[in-house]
């Protein structure tokens, strides 16, 4: 697995569980790491919809931690990368937006 540490740590969230937090100021179109995990069949804890729901990507990364929110600073693209949408200060939790069935 891609080594995240230096980047960003899992730590207790205000908006879910466990979040994922910056340990260093993040700039804006950063490539903060790949999604690592496997393609399943079914929904699950940490399993992500890519293409409008078409597949579904357990990610076992920590990269799994990100939870949502309607004012992302991250995104998920189709080459499973995770990309800082905002600049992202040390101590923040990086958000992502799932869509309004997460509300």
Request: hydrophobic residues 35%; aromatic residues 8%; proline residues 2%.
């Amino acid at each position: 697995m891609t080594d995240l540490s230096n980047l960003v740590e899992p730590k207790e969230s205000n908006v879910h569980g466990k979040g994922l937090f910056a340990k260093a100021d993040i700039k804006r179109g950063t490539v903060i790491g790949k999604l690592e995990g496997h393609s399943v069949k079914k929904d699950g804890l940490h399993v992500l919809w890519m293409n409008d729901g078409k597949d579904k990507f357990k990610v076992e990364n920590d990269l799994k931690f990100i939870n949502h929110h309607k004012k992302p600073n991250v995104a998920y693209y189709d080459d499973y990368t995770v990309v800082a949408l905002t600049n992202i200060k040390a101590g923040a939790e990086l958000l992502h937006d799932y869509g309004d069935d997460w509300d």
